[in-house]
């Protein structure tokens, strides 16, 4: 759904995670003009973010909880 944020406009999708590799991920990554991309790490059943960085290589962020 779409909902107004002070004068911004904020674009809500949900989507199912699917257990991947992080060289998965990277490969869907790369699929897309996305500078993000959140999967559910099949090593350790975590949700993890892709991203491009500036240099041009990709970062990854680790959840816990």
Request: hydrophobic share 45%.
């Amino acid at each position: 759904g779409v909902r107004l944020v002070g004068s911004e406009m904020c674009i809500r999708d949900r989507f199912n995670l699917t257990p991947m590799t992080i060289e998965d991920a990277i490969e869907e990554l790369e699929l897309t003009q996305h500078s993000f991309f959140v999967f559910l790490n099949k090593a350790d059943a975590r949700i993890n973010v892709l991203y491009k960085r500036v240099d041009g290589d990709f970062g990854l962020i680790e959840t816990t909880v």
